[in-house]
């Protein structure tokens, strides 16, 4: 079966790299950090970066499709050097399975490094600049290297799908423990512009540096969001256990389309680590503005406020300026 | 004073110019075309953009709500429907037409007739001369692009889902394989029923020739129905437009312009 399913990723690759047409995006950003934050960010408070870049090819070969995307991005301004990091992001095939499409429709194999469809992060598409609350929290990775079965419901109101992974998201290469990681996503569709969802991961992860003692990984997520006309508004609630350090969160999102060109956007997100403790929160405000100069240029200008329940900690906040272009 | 009236003019203008927008299928462009233009002449106020692209553009771009209506030569598929639905549109299919796809060949070519089977195996690359099936000489395969509603109704209807052969030329419109056809001798081709003319060979597929008739009887295997989707029931200008299309002179014109009416 293994060697099958390798034939069969290797072969449609093969058959059609040749002919995978080649687009992607880079994102231009310059970032100014309020100078009178926190020694560690006022070294290098005002700068541009290129934090994104996607190369991806597609192919379309009945009834496997094979797909990739490289990542290339400047190295974390922390570092403060001139370093490019480039890895895979996605590298995928996806076998549409016969028979089973004719009773849930574009039923399909998921084979290797993919989307992780959890809460919101499978559907954030960057309409502000922060990543999806799990993703900047860093409980789930937008990626991750494993096998899911992935469907429509009939009639187009929702999908679900089932994943395993090795659980340690895109930048890493092997797993580092003994267990996959599983992932469960249902969304329905009930009515044109609502969408509602539900997600759970459970995994394992060492403590410290050997994978002699594991504990219980688990993040949950429900998502409600609302999309007519020029409107969107959305919500998601996540938690997560750690061993036994519980976290909860929870974020709001809203955009109004002015027209076509411009869109105003806004965000809360809300999250508390550990709930035993006190002081332990933060929250973030994001107000936002769009504007789509052309199909293959979107401006996108950022003001960020992060601010901490411990009193002692200074909020910080940045104002961010973005050039997504396509091609 | 005169200047009064021009502004004037102009704001009644920008204040009742009622506009629509059509994009989509190149196989449902004649029939948009006419109807939105015949629909201009009774409505004077009415302003009704038309544009191509393929069917799968047309949908996208309903999806995206930069077009009012998407013409469509195949239905949607669960996954747009459902990607329509996650953003706040609610696709609704209206069936304008009728249409047949027409195997097509060179007016040179002796063949008049092929069945079913054969066509597959043609598209398959495993009949690859004329000679197999009576005529002569090499066969020349033109195919519509993969993003036309054309090439997935014949992938459904005629192959079945079987992968296209790597040989086929694949063309952007009904009217370039029309054309193509005409002026390359062993080729052959498919196009909408509106698309035969005098200038190529319509084939019988397993004994039927392509007609109105056959189509609306159900004897011709390769027919389908013409679609335009809409955000919701057609209202407004929209649902004004439709009312033309379904009344008797907006389905004369389907005829005029080589599809099967439906009313």
């Known amino acids: 079966m293994k060697r099958s399913i390798i034939m069969v990723m290797l072969g449609a690759a093969a058959l059609s790299f040749a002919d995978a047409p080649i687009y992607g995006y880079f994102w231009l950003r310059y970032t100014y950090e309020n100078p009178s934050q926190p020694e560690d960010v006022t070294s290098n408070a005002n700068y541009f970066s290129i934090e994104r870049g996607y190369i991806r090819w597609k192919t379309s070969t009945s009834p496997v499709s094979v797909s990739g995307t490289i990542d290339v991005s400047q190295a974390s301004k922390a570092t403060n050097k001139s370093d490019w990091n480039v890895r895979l992001k996605y590298a995928q095939a996806d076998w549409t399975l016969p028979h089973v499409g004719d009773y849930l429709p574009d039923a399909k194999l998921i084979l290797g490094l993919q989307k992780v469809y959890f809460g919101y992060v499978d559907r954030w598409e960057y309409p502000v600049l922060e990543k999806a609350l799990e993703d900047a929290e860093k409980k789930m990775n937008s990626a991750d290297l494993g096998v899911s079965f992935h469907t429509l419901l009939p009639g187009g109101y929702g999908e679900a799908s089932g994943q395993i992974f090795n659980g340690t998201g895109y930048s890493s290469v092997t797993e580092n423990n003994a267990y996959k990681a599983a992932c469960g996503n249902l969304s329905i569709l009930p009515i044109a512009g609502i969408m509602l969802k539900g997600s759970y991961w459970m995994s394992k992860k060492p403590v410290g540096d050997t994978i002699i003692t594991q504990v219980d990984e688990i993040r949950y997520a429900g998502v409600i969001q609302f999309r007519k006309g020029p409107v969107t508004i959305a919500g998601e609630y996540l938690g997560s256990t750690d061993d036994d350090v519980k976290g909860m969160g929870y974020t709001g999102f809203a955009e109004f389309s002015i027209n076509k060109a411009f869109s105003l956007l806004g965000r809360y997100d809300y999250w508390d680590g550990n709930t035993e403790l006190e002081s332990n929160a933060h929250n973030r405000v994001i107000a936002g503005v769009n504007w789509k100069v052309a199909k293959v240029l979107l401006t996108q200008l950022n003001y960020q406020l992060t601010q901490y329940e411990n009193e002692e900690r200074d909020p910080s906040d940045k104002i961010m300026l973005q050039f997504k272009y396509s091609y | 004073m005169k200047k009064m009236l021009l502004i004037g003019l102009l704001l009644s203008v920008c204040v009742f110019a009622q506009q629509l927008t059509i994009q989509g299928s190149t196989t449902v462009l004649p029939i948009a075309q006419a109807t939105a233009e015949a629909f201009m002449d009774d409505n004077p106020a009415a302003d009704i953009t038309v544009r191509g692209g393929g069917s799968g553009t047309g949908i996208a771009a309903l ?32 069936i304008i037409a009728m249409d047949g796809i027409a195997v097509i060949v060179n007016k040179g070519n002796a063949i008049s007739q092929i069945s079913a089977e054969d066509l597959k195996k043609i598209y398959v690359g495993e009949i690859k001369r004329w000679d197999q099936l009576g005529g002569g000489g090499t066969i020349v395969i033109i195919s519509r692009d993969a993003a036309s509603g054309t090439f997935e109704a014949f992938n459904e209807l005629a192959l079945h889902g079987a992968k296209l052969t790597d040989a086929a030329l694949m063309l952007a419109s009904n009217l370039e394989v029309a054309r193509t056809v005409a002026q390359t001798p062993g080729a052959i081709g498919y196009v909408g029923l509106g698309y035969v003319s005098d200038d190529i060979k319509a084939l019988k597929v397993d004994g039927i020739l392509p007609s109105p008739e056959t189509i609306n009887n159900g004897t011709y295997a390769l027919a389908r129905p013409i679609f335009m989707y809409t955000d919701g029931k057609p209202k407004g200008l929209a649902g004004k437009y439709f009312d033309f299309v379904f009344s008797k002179t907006g389905q004369e014109i389907v005829e005029e312009t080589g599809f099967v009416p439906v009313k």
């Open chain 2, 63 to 94: 999806i995206d709500r930069s077009t009012d209506i998407a013409s469509s030569s195949r239905p949607m598929k669960t996954k747009e429907i459902a990607k329509a639905r996650e953003n706040g549109v609610n696709p609704v299919a209206n």
